[in-house]
Structures are given as structure tokens and as C-alpha cells.
């Protein structure tokens, strides 16, 4: 059995530099697949805001197109691991800020991003347990990315945002009114 203190800083260390080595084009693809397959499940499953895929040969196909496609890396604010009490799982967590380079140096925009890996972990009698990626999420907003493209960022959160704000409190007062739950304006 393992000893949990120790594993959880074990995996804190082990998916920081992971995170770092997916999330940072300048990183060599081959560099990020070694480091990733080795604890990919067979049928890992992949998911962010546009698309979800499984398996091994899709995920390791999907860093190697994220490496030669697009330039960014992640700026890590905070990590935490969290081990499920029977030991058999678990859960990984990435706050941070993808810099995202779409017109190389000359522009960069922040995306604020939370990536979640779902892991199970095998007692192997050693001090730390075989680990296994089953699903690995990518969370980060379509509003702020939208926020964040040039001309029509500045029309979406300058126009758009307050103007539906304002419809959708107007709305949230008619609905409420009309089932007789307004709060009292004290």
C-alpha cells in the first residue's frame, strides 16, 4: 500500500512538468509524446469546448498536432491532486493561463485554462502506484476567447455583454414577478 502524502506530491510534480511539456509549443512534440504515453490508458479520452476523442493513437495524433499547428504555452497559477479514500483513483487539477500566439510574437492573448486529469492509480508494491490518464479535460471559455479577438472582441464586451446583461435581468424580473418571487428591495 502506499503512502498517500507522498503520492499526491508525487503526481503534483510529475503533472506540472507534463503540463508544461503539453502545453508549451516550443516543447518538442516527440519530448511531450514520451513523457505522456507512457501513462495513457488505452482508451484515454480527450475533451475540450470543440471536440472529444479516445483512445492512444488519437490523443498522441492530437499532440503532435497541437505542437506543429498552433504557438502558446501555459503560465501555471495553481495545481492540486486529489486521491480518492479507496486509493484506486485520482484527480488532477491545472489552473492556469494559456498564451495563446496567433500571429507569433507580435500578438498574444491570455486564455484562462483548467485542465482536469482523471487518473487511476495500481498498487504495484512500490512507493508509488502505476498511473493511468483514462480522460484528460481541457476547460477554458468561448466567451473570453471571443473577448479576446481583435475589432469584434471589443464589439462582444463593450456592446454585446451589457446589452444581453440587461435583457437577461430584465427577463430574470418578469419571470420573477410574475411567480411572485421578487426579493424584498430592502
Do not use: C
Amino acid at each position: 500500500m502506499f503512502e498517500r502524502t507522498h503520492v499526491a506530491a508525487t503526481l503534483e510534480k510529475q503533472f506540472r512538468r507534463l503540463s508544461e511539456l503539453l502545453y508549451d509549443t516550443r516543447v518538442d512534440p516527440k519530448l511531450a509524446d514520451a513523457a505522456v504515453t507512457p501513462l495513457l490508458a488505452e482508451n484515454v479520452r480527450f475533451t475540450d469546448p470543440w471536440q472529444t476523442a479516445s483512445g492512444r493513437k488519437k490523443y498522441r495524433i492530437g499532440i503532435a498536432g497541437f505542437h506543429a499547428m498552433f504557438r502558446f504555452h501555459l503560465d501555471i497559477a495553481q495545481l492540486n491532486v486529489h486521491i480518492a479514500e479507496d486509493n484506486t483513483t485520482a484527480r488532477v487539477l491545472v489552473d492556469g493561463v494559456m498564451q495563446l500566439q496567433p500571429l507569433g510574437p507580435w500578438y498574444t492573448y491570455p486564455l484562462r485554462t483548467i485542465l482536469v486529469y482523471d487518473l487511476t492509480l495500481t498498487d504495484n508494491g512500490t512507493a508509488d502506484p502505476t498511473v493511468h490518464i483514462v480522460a484528460h479535460e481541457e476547460m477554458w471559455s468561448l466567451a473570453e476567447m471571443i473577448a479576446n479577438v481583435p475589432l469584434s472582441g471589443a464589439f462582444y464586451t463593450r456592446v454585446f455583454r451589457p446589452a444581453f446583461s440587461r435583457g437577461f435581468l430584465v427577463a430574470s424580473w418578469m419571470s420573477a414577478k410574475a411567480r411572485g418571487m421578487l426579493p424584498n428591495q430592502d
